[in-house]
Nanobody, 133 residues
Framework: QEQLVESGGGLVQPGGSLRLSCAVS????????IGWFRQVPGKEREGISC???????YYDDSVKGRFTISRDNAKNTAYLQMDNLKPEDSAVYYC???????????????????????????WGQGTPVTVST
C-alpha cells in the first residue's frame, strides 16, 4: 500500500558510490515532482536533490557535483546516484513525491523544510546510508 519504497542504501567506504532507487506506485508518476531528502538524529530533514516533472533539477551545495538525480517515468522509478561519498553523507535517505497545484519552484520545494516549509504529498520509509571505514 506504500506509494514510495526506497532501496539501495547500505554501508559504503568513503569515496565509494551507491545508487538509491525509489519505486513509485499508485501515482501518475509523470505529473509528480520528486525529491531526495536525508536526516540525521537531532537535525532537520534536509532536501538534497529534487526534480520537477519537467525535469528541472536542484542540488544542495553539499552534494552538487557528487550526486545525480534522475527519473524513469516508464518504470515509475526515481534514482539518486551518489558518488564520492563522505562520512557526513551518512543519514537516512527518503524519497518524496509532490503534485504542486500552484506555481512553486523546485528549489523552493526542496529547500523550504521544517514546520512552515513545503509539504510533500508522499514519503517513503527511508533507507539508511552509512559511509564509514
Amino acid at each position: 500500500q506504500e506509494q514510495l519504497v526506497e532501496s539501495g542504501g547500505g554501508l559504503v567506504q568513503p569515496g565509494g558510490s551507491l545508487r538509491l532507487s525509489c519505486a513509485v506506485s499508485e501515482l501518475d508518476f509523470h505529473y509528480y515532482a520528486i525529491g531526495w531528502f536525508r536526516q540525521v538524529p537531532g537535525k532537520e530533514r534536509e532536501g538534497i536533490s529534487c526534480m520537477s516533472r519537467e525535469e528541472t533539477t536542484y542540488y544542495d551545495d553539499s552534494v552538487k557535483g557528487r550526486f545525480t538525480i534522475s527519473r524513469d517515468n516508464a518504470k515509475n522509478t526515481a534514482y539518486l546516484q551518489m558518488d564520492n561519498l563522505k562520512p557526513e553523507d551518512s543519514a537516512v535517505y527518503y524519497c518524496a513525491a509532490a503534485f504542486p497545484l500552484f506555481a512553486t519552484t523546485i528549489e523552493t520545494m526542496c529547500t523550504m523544510t521544517g514546520p512552515e516549509g513545503y509539504k510533500w504529498d508522499y514519503w517513503g520509509q527511508g533507507t539508511p546510508v552509512t559511509v564509514s571505514t
